[in-house]
């Protein structure tokens, strides 16, 4: 079965530094998302991309993030100048072309900044 | 936007069968109801999708009464490898249905004692 794949599996960044968290969608889903969880706590949503643009975003998803799909099977988010509350679990989702199809998630990539 | 409530957590036996119940008192007319499992340091994995009545899968079933304000997952004869924290969650359509924001809670953890 296809799998969502993000890469790294484990993240450890200094307070201040720049990181890009990589995934791999299902190679025929249209829907792009970021997801992040912070340990013991509920899964938030930070942004959905459709269409090679930015669909929504939560409050979360402020000037410090962006997303990228720089070619046809990568989709990235970069934190910039990460803080501490930024240490997360974060997951990038897809699903397919109809909008009540469900999401297929990685298996994340958990930020530590230190 | 729909809140979700379910039992914080359940306890269970090897070989019994689960059910879960989650409410949605504020179910809009065009949401589907989703369940996803999560183990520790894993994505969420999707479950089973509905929208009325009863679905069923490999895995489990999904009760959805006629008012569509709560639904049950049932996972029939679990086993020690269910032990995880399953989430209700109801989509929240926007942007003509393009776009899909799924609001999580905190979720059931259930576990399974041998």
């Known amino acids: 079965e296809p799998e969502v794949t993000q890469t790294p599996s484990h993240q450890v960044t200094q307070m201040g530094q720049e990181v890009i968290l990589r995934c791999v969608p299902i190679?025929?889903?249209?829907?792009f998302y970021w997801y992040r969880q912070i340990l013991g706590q509920k899964v938030e949503f930070l942004v959905s991309?459709?269409?090679?643009?930015?669909?929504?975003k939560s409050e979360i998803f402020d000037d410090q993030f962006s997303v990228e799909r720089p070619d046809g099977s990568n989709f990235t988010l970069k934190i910039r100048s990460t803080k501490l509350e930024d240490s997360a679990m974060y997951f990038c989702?897809?699903?397919?072309?109809?909008?009540?199809?469900?999401?297929?998630f990685g298996n994340g990539t958990r930020l530590t900044v230190t | 936007l729909a809140k979700t409530t379910q039992p914080i957590s359940m306890d269970s036996y090897e070989g019994q069968e689960v059910n879960i119940t989650c409410s949605h008192n504020?179910?809009?007319?065009?949401?589907?109801i989703t369940w996803y499992q999560q183990f520790p340091s894993q994505g969420p994995r999707f479950i089973i999708q509905?929208?009325?009545?009863?679905v069923t899968n490999e895995v489990a079933s999904l009760f959805i009464p006629a008012d569509r304000k709560s639904s049950t997952l049932s996972l029939p004869r679990v086993s020690l490898s269910d032990t995880a924290v399953y989430y209700c969650?109801?989509?929240?359509?926007?942007?003509?249905?393009?776009?899909?924001?799924?609001?999580w809670g905190l979720g059931t953890s259930l576990a399974v004692n041998p």
């Open positions: 989702a897809s699903s397919h072309r109809e909008p009540d199809s469900p999401l297929h």
């Open positions: 504020n179910i809009a007319t065009n949401d589907y």
């Open positions: 991309f459709y269409n090679n643009e930015i669909s929504e």
């Open positions: 190679s025929n889903h249209l829907y």
């Open positions: 509905g929208y009325k009545t009863k």
């Open positions: 969650l109801v989509g929240v359509f926007y942007n003509a249905g393009n776009n899909r924001k799924l609001i």
